[in-house]
């Protein structure tokens, strides 16, 4: 799969690259990330940060930390990574798994990878909370990325990962999306599900930043413009994968709560990084973050890849 056509043939055999840690997300995330790199005939790799540097800031003595400390944490890293690997080769027994263990933070790890990875995934360790719960590696990562980031969470109370349901999409009007639904048509048809793609025209009352009262919209008239508007940004990507059946849903509000709906039958969320309307400003935005706090399938947030 190549989100990217004009991506460079090294970026085809790209890993698969997770983030592992140890805590019940962390485990989750490797699991999804296996069933994923064994899917698309990629490899997976698995990382572990242990941030030294961090570490060694908070050791009171002499501010440095002795030969021991720096042992016993790469031990438990060791730990860690090989019960991820015995989890990913439970899910894909034939799978091409490396591990590394690196003196970086996690964050860093993981940016720094997502310029050539074919995607880097991470977890989600908690069900609610504010921005500041879920963690300030995913947080970085998701905002400081190159390329595609998927945050899983758990469905519920369910651990499991989820091979049913529609791959969904949501769609903005502008070129900055075709990533986003390149992404989710490519996921569709190596799941060989369906794709919903949801188009969501802003919750603003437009009026009010025109210097007016209110704006008159003839409801009707604007679900006919927003129905042309996805038709368009999705017919080119219909040809080229004609084995996706494609379900077109259109919104007048509520981005966030429309995509969050479709999470509790759906196996993945794809939205772009950045867009107009209701998905403005995704990624530092309410739709992106509410997602990610809220979703009940993994997310996958597209971007264009920086170099």
């Keep these: 799969m190549n ?24 485990d989750l995330a490797v699991r999804w990330a296996a069933e994923t790199a064994a899917r698309c005939h990629h490899p997976l790799r698995i990382v572990h940060g242990l941030d030294l540097l961090t570490l060694s800031s908070s050791v009171e003595s002499h501010d440095i930390i002795t030969p021991a400390i720096v042992d016993a944490v790469r031990e438990h890293a060791k730990a860690v ?10 899910i894909a027994p034939g799978l091409d798994i490396e591990t590394e263990i690196s003196d970086d933070s996690p964050a860093r790890l993981l940016i720094d990878y997502s310029r050539t990875a074919r995607m880097v995934v991470l977890g989600a360790t908690v069900d609610t909370g504010t921005l500041g719960h879920l963690g300030s590696t995913l947080l970085a990562v998701s905002s400081h990325g190159h390329g595609p980031t998927v945050v899983v969470r758990a469905a519920g109370t369910d651990e499991a990962v989820r091979r049913d349901g529609p791959v969904v999409v949501g769609v903005d009007g502008s070129p900055l999306s075709e990533a ?47 129905s042309a ?22 919104y007048l509000a509520g981005p966030a709560e429309q995509l969050t709906r479709w999470s509790i039958r759906a196996q993945l969320i794809v939205v772009g990084s950045r867009g107009r309307g209701g998905f403005a400003g995704l990624l530092f935005g309410s739709t992106s973050n509410f997602l990610v706090q809220h979703a009940h399938c993994p997310v996958l947030i597209v971007r264009e890849r920086r170099t």
């Design 180 to 226: 986003a639904i390149a992404a989710a048509f490519a996921e569709a048809s190596e799941r060989r599900t369906e794709l919903v793609a949801v188009h969501s025209w802003s919750d603003w009352d437009a009026g009010r930043f025109a210097g007016t009262k209110s704006l008159a919209i003839d409801a009707n008239q604007l679900e006919t413009a927003e």
């Design 229 to 250: 508007i996805l038709a368009e940004r999705l017919a080119g990507w219909q040809e080229k994968y004609p084995d996706v059946a494609v379900t077109r849903k259109v």
């Design 3 to 26: 989100y990217n056509p004009d991506n460079p043939p090294r970026q085809q055999q790209a890993p698969v690259v997770v983030g592992a840690n140890g805590s019940p997300g962390s």
């Design 81 to 90: 990574l090989d019960k991820a690997a015995g989890s990913a080769r439970e």
